[in-house]
């Protein structure tokens, strides 16, 4: 499979728990984003890197949240200190340098439940 | 601020038109994109438009109005499998693909 991989699918944990989702982009993007998507709503932007380099990260993501991407491959993006309204499920995508209109593909998305 | 509307639910009989609109207001724009999304799947890309007027893509055509602020995706030949979310997404940066997305509307085709 030559698309955006996401793991894990699912993850419940208990409330104060850390958990960590690891996305895997299209080979040769070097561009990187991070989405959070709860039900009934659109996705909204957490934060991009171009390469290993994050360059914007939106005001939702807290100090609880940490994303990095350490080798300009790879991302992970870390919740420390679980709450309940961090359930959502947790979107990447990626993207090739140039700004055509239709080269962002999303990966499957993780769940997150927090109880 | 950023703004995006669009309805919220809305049906169809299989095999007829149906046109879904968006309104946006936003900070900057760069294109305004439509996804079709599944419910528990990803977002998969239907369409992209960043100058006036209508592209068209099989059984899919999407409008765009800047002046207006305004897009419409139109789906012809409806089947059920089209039963889904639709989001529209404006994107607001020249230098990469930060979207802003819509609520999204959700889209049952009944037989």
């Known amino acids: 499979d030559t698309g955006v991989s996401q793991n894990p699918r699912h993850k419940i944990t208990k409330r104060g728990q850390n958990v960590t989702f690891r996305c895997d982009p299209i080979s040769e993007h070097n561009r990187l984003y991070w989405y959070r998507q709860t039900l009934g709503q659109g996705p909204e932007f957490l934060t991009y890197?171009?390469?290993?380099?994050?360059?914007?990260k939106s005001r939702l993501l807290s100090d609880r949240f940490s994303a990095e991407r350490p080798k300009g491959s790879f991302s992970t993006l870390e919740i420390q200190r679980t709450e309940q309204g961090d359930s959502a499920m947790y979107l990447c995508?990626?993207?090739?340098?140039?700004?055509?209109?239709?080269?962002?593909?999303f990966g499957e998305g993780s769940w997150l439940t927090v109880v | 601020g950023q703004n995006i509307d669009q309805p919220t639910e809305m049906t169809a009989t299989e095999g007829a038109i149906v046109q879904i609109n968006c309104t946006y207001q936003?900070?900057?724009?760069?294109?305004l994109f439509w996804y079709q999304q599944h419910a528990g799947e990803a977002p998969t890309f239907l369409s992209y438009n960043v100058l006036d007027g209508l592209e068209e893509k099989g059984r899919f055509s999407s409008f765009l109005s800047r002046s207006k602020g305004y897009s419409y995706l139109l789906l012809k030949e409806l089947q059920m499998k089209d039963s889904a979310s639709y989001l529209c997404a404006v994107r607001v940066s020249g230098g990469y693909n930060k979207l802003i997305f819509g609520a999204g509307t959700r889209l049952a085709v009944h037989p």
């Open positions: 936003t900070s900057g724009f760069n294109g």
């Open positions: 995508a990626s993207s090739t340098q140039d700004s055509s209109g239709n080269t962002i593909y």
């Open positions: 890197f171009q390469n290993e380099a994050q360059l914007e």
